[in-house]
Each structure stands twice: as structure tokens, then as C-alpha cells.
């Protein structure tokens, strides 16, 4: 039994779609193009044309999605979201803060405290640059850069605590 075998050389920036007929086209649209023949390029252009519009009817490209309308209409949708990213507006966390602060400061020890002062963490918290993506902790620069006021306490001690003179 004999299978025949063809090799095929497949190029990663390769399109699926640009078959033998299409690469043929461009070729012989090249070829006139350098000939000066203006009607053969037109007359091959078209053609291109015709192939485009098939593999758009494929693909479904160009087709204008309809947006999908939330449960309840899009004012109850927006007013969930507004809802769910202001809520922290109404919380005090002064307490929570306070608490977190004593904590930390049981942990130090005198021989391994260093002053760290806070003006020097609400400048560095001030001046991060909102546009660079969040580290490892996934805290974005505009959420520090925000809450400059109620994190540079705490990151205050936390500095203290991690730094040995």
C-alpha cells in the first residue's frame, strides 16, 4: 500500500485562511502592479475582494453585537455597581487601624527599633506612579496613592518592624 505524503511549510505568522488560490492572487497582482498593468490590478483586487467578504461571512467579523441588558435594566445595574465600589466610603476604619498599630508594636522589641518617619512614607505613597501595574500583592498604585493618609501608619510600623538597625 502506498500513502502519498506532501510536506507543507507552515510559517508561525501564516494566515489559515490565505490558501494556494489567494497566495496565486497576490502574486499575480504583484506582477502587474510591477508591469504598470493598472486594469489587471483593479480586475485582480476585486477578486481579493470577493475572497474577503466570504471569510468575513466565516469568521463573523464586522457583525454589530446587540449588548446584553442586565436583570432588573441597566440603572439597577449601575446603581449595584455604584453600591458595591463606594462602600467602603461610610466605614471608620480609625479603630481597626489602631488596633493593627498595637499589634505590630508588640512584636518590636527596643534593640530592633528604627524611627521611621511618616512624612517620608506619605511622600513615597504620594508620589507612586498610578499608571505602572500592582506588585505581588496585587494593590494597585492608585489604591495606595488614595489612602496615602490611612496607610502610612500602619506601613510606618510595618518598616520599624522590619528594618534592624
Request: hydrophobic share 45%; charged share 20%; glycine share 2%.
Given at each position: 500500500m502506498i500513502i502519498p505524503k506532501k510536506e507543507i511549510k507552515i510559517w508561525p505568522n501564516s494566515k489559515p485562511w490565505v490558501n494556494k488560490d489567494i497566495r496565486e492572487l497576490l502574486k499575480r497582482k504583484q506582477h502587474a502592479f510591477k508591469t504598470g498593468d493598472l486594469v489587471e490590478k483593479r480586475r485582480i483586487q476585486k477578486e481579493l475582494s470577493q475572497h474577503n467578504e466570504t471569510i468575513k461571512t466565516i469568521t463573523g467579523f464586522g457583525k454589530q453585537n446587540n449588548p446584553v441588558v442586565p436583570p432588573g435594566g441597566i440603572?439597577?445595574?449601575l446603581s449595584d455597581l455604584n453600591q458595591?465600589?463606594?462602600r467602603f466610603d461610610n466605614n471608620d476604619f480609625t479603630d481597626v487601624n489602631y488596633d493593627l498599630r498595637e499589634t505590630l508594636k508588640?512584636?518590636?522589641?527596643d534593640d530592633e527599633k528604627i524611627v521611621v518617619d511618616?512624612?517620608?512614607?506619605?511622600?513615597s505613597l504620594k508620589g507612586l506612579k498610578t499608571n505602572k501595574s500592582a506588585g505581588p500583592d496585587r494593590i494597585g498604585g492608585k489604591v495606595l496613592k488614595s489612602?496615602?493618609?490611612?496607610?502610612?501608619?500602619?506601613l510606618?510600623?510595618?518598616?520599624?518592624?522590619?528594618?534592624?538597625?
Open positions: 440603572s439597577t445595574f458595591f465600589y463606594a508588640n512584636y518590636i522589641t511618616i512624612a517620608a512614607v506619605e511622600r489612602c496615602f493618609k490611612e496607610l502610612s501608619p500602619v510606618r510600623d510595618l518598616l520599624g518592624m522590619f528594618t534592624i538597625s
